[in-house]
C-alpha cells in the first residue's frame, strides 16, 4: 500500500497553500518572517487609528512595525501596541513614542530616542507613548480663537464697506492721483536738473581744483617768507613810533613847545595876524613903503 495517495497529496498541497497564505499575509502587512527582531510595548491613551503592521520610524528612518494592538474592554484603561524592531537598534531608557497623523489620513509611529547612553530599555519592556497631533490638531486649536474673531471680523467688514461708501474718500483718491501726477512731473524735472548738473560738475571741479592749487601757491609763498624779521621790523617801526610821541609830549622839544606850550602858540598867532595886517596896508597903501621918482629925489 502506497503512502502518498491521491488524497494525501490533496491534502499536502492545501497545508502548504496555507502556510504559504498566512506568510504571504505577513509579508503584506510589513512583518519579518523567519526574523528574530526584538518586541517592546507601548501603551497609550488615544491610539488616532493605528493599526497593525503601521510602520514605526526613528530619526525619520524605518525601524519596525506594529504587531499587535490590545485593548481591554472591561477597564478601558490604556491601549497596549506592540511593536518590534531590528534587535540591532538599541532603545536608550527615558524613550518615548508619538503617534502621528498627515493632512492624508495616514498615520505612522515615531520613536523619541533618549540620550541615555548607559541605560537602556530591555525587550519587552513597556514605553510610555502620546498623540502627535500636527498640524491638523494645531488647526483644530485655532478653531474655537477663530469663531471669536468672527464677529468682530464681520464689524470690522461692515465699517470698512461704510469708509468705502463715504464720497470723500472717492475724492480723497482723485487728489492722490493728482498727486501722484505732480510727483512725476517733479521727478522728470529732478532728473533735468541732476542732468545738468552732471554736465556742470565737471566745470566745478576743475575751477575748484585751480583754487585749491592758487592755495596751495600761496601757502607756500607763505611758508617761505621771513615772518620773524618781519616782525622784527614790525616792532623796530612801532618803537620808532613810540619815540616819536614821547618826544611830542616832551616839552624841551621844539615841537613839544609847539604842541604843548599855549603862550608860544599865541605870540606865533599874533605874529601871523601883525603880519597879515601889514600885507593889507601895504597892498592899500604902496606909497607908504615905496618912493619912486624918473627925475631924482624930491627934496
Do not use: W
Not at 519579518?32 to 514605526?56: C, Q, R, V
Not at 611830542?248 to 595876524?273: A, F, V, W
Amino acid at each position: 500500500m502506497k503512502f502518498l495517495t491521491k488524497e494525501v497529496k490533496i491534502a499536502i498541497v492545501g497545508l502548504t497553500a496555507l502556510v504559504l497564505l498566512f506568510l504571504g499575509m505577513d509579508f503584506l502587512k510589513g512583518l519579518s518572517i523567519f526574523s528574530d527582531d526584538d518586541d517592546y510595548y507601548i501603551t497609550f491613551k488615544d491610539i488616532s487609528g493605528l493599526s497593525a503592521s503601521n510602520p514605526i520610524f526613528a530619526d525619520g528612518y524605518q525601524v519596525g512595525v506594529v504587531k499587535g494592538i490590545s485593548y481591554n474592554y472591561d477597564t478601558n484603561d490604556d491601549i497596549v501596541v506592540c511593536f518590534s524592531v531590528n534587535k540591532n537598534l538599541r532603545i536608550p531608557e527615558g524613550t518615548s513614542a508619538e503617534i502621528v497623523s498627515d493632512l492624508m489620513g495616514n498615520v505612522k509611529m515615531n520613536l523619541l530616542l533618549a540620550n541615555n547612553p548607559r541605560k537602556r530599555v530591555e525587550p519587552g519592556d513597556t514605553i510610555i507613548g502620546a498623540i502627535n497631533s500636527g498640524n491638523l490638531g494645531r488647526l483644530a486649536a485655532m478653531i474655537p480663537d477663530v469663531e471669536k474673531l468672527l464677529p468682530k471680523l464681520d464689524s470690522i467688514l461692515a465699517s470698512l464697506n461704510m469708509l468705502l461708501a463715504d464720497p470723500s474718500i472717492k475724492q480723497t483718491l482723485h487728489n492722490i492721483e493728482g498727486v501722484s501726477a505732480n510727483l512725476k512731473t517733479s521727478s522728470e524735472e529732478l532728473n533735468t536738473l541732476m542732468a545738468s548738473l552732471n554736465r556742470d560738475v565737471p566745470t566745478v571741479l576743475t575751477r575748484t581744483n585751480k583754487v585749491l592749487a592758487n592755495a596751495e601757491q600761496l601757502s607756500g609763498n607763505l611758508a617761505e617768507l621771513d615772518l620773524q624779521q618781519t616782525m622784527n621790523e614790525v616792532n623796530q617801526t612801532i618803537t620808532n613810533v613810540k619815540l616819536l610821541t614821547e618826544r611830542l609830549n616832551d616839552n624841551k622839544g621844539t615841537l613839544g613847545l609847539l604842541m604843548n606850550d599855549p603862550q608860544l602858540y599865541h605870540q606865533l598867532n599874533h605874529t601871523m595876524k601883525s603880519a597879515d595886517t601889514l600885507l593889507i596896508d601895504l597892498r592899500q597903501h604902496p606909497k607908504r613903503y615905496v618912493h619912486f621918482s624918473v627925475f631924482g629925489k624930491k627934496e
